[in-house]
Nanobody, 128 residues
Framework: QVQLVESGGGLVQPGGSLRLSCEAS????????IGWFRRAPGKEREGVAC???????YYRASAKGRFTISRDNAKNTVYLQMDSLKPEDTAEYYC??????????????????????WGQGTQVTVSS
């Protein structure tokens, strides 16, 4: 049984940093595409950062230069380092996995329906 468990969320001031973790069990992350998505109250879910199984990465425009997605295959864990956080980054953040396919990182981040397994989410609140 696949399980994804996110952690690392919390309350942070604008300009601060957080590192989200997503630990997987029941599958080997190295073979999968990974996505970090978020949903803010009243808004639709959006892809924040994606990492393909062949190590290509994609970031939504507002996250470029501030967020970094990375993998630790030995720990079967994916991270999202978030720096220079802004109030508009406030949301519930989810990690998800998708089987390898013929899509780019941008395609994956734009199509959450491609992801078959999801974590329970971790709340990030950016506020002074």
């Amino acid at each position: 049984q696949v399980q994804l468990v996110e952690s690392g969320g919390g309350l942070v001031q604008p300009g601060g940093s957080l590192r989200l973790s997503c630990e997987a069990s029941g599958l080997t992350l190295d073979y999968y595409n990974i996505g970090w998505f978020r949903r803010a109250p009243g808004k639709e879910r959006e892809g924040v950062a994606c990492s393909t199984s062949d190590s290509r990465t994609y970031y939504r425009a507002s996250a470029k230069g501030r967020f970094t997605i990375s993998r630790d295959n030995a720990k079967n864990t994916v991270y999202l380092q978030m720096d220079s956080l802004k109030p508009e980054d406030t949301a519930e953040y989810y990690c998800a996995t998708a089987r390898p396919g013929p899509y780019s990182g941008g395609d994956y981040c734009s199509n959450p329906h491609l992801f078959g397994s999801w974590g329970q989410g971790t709340q990030v609140t950016v506020s002074s």
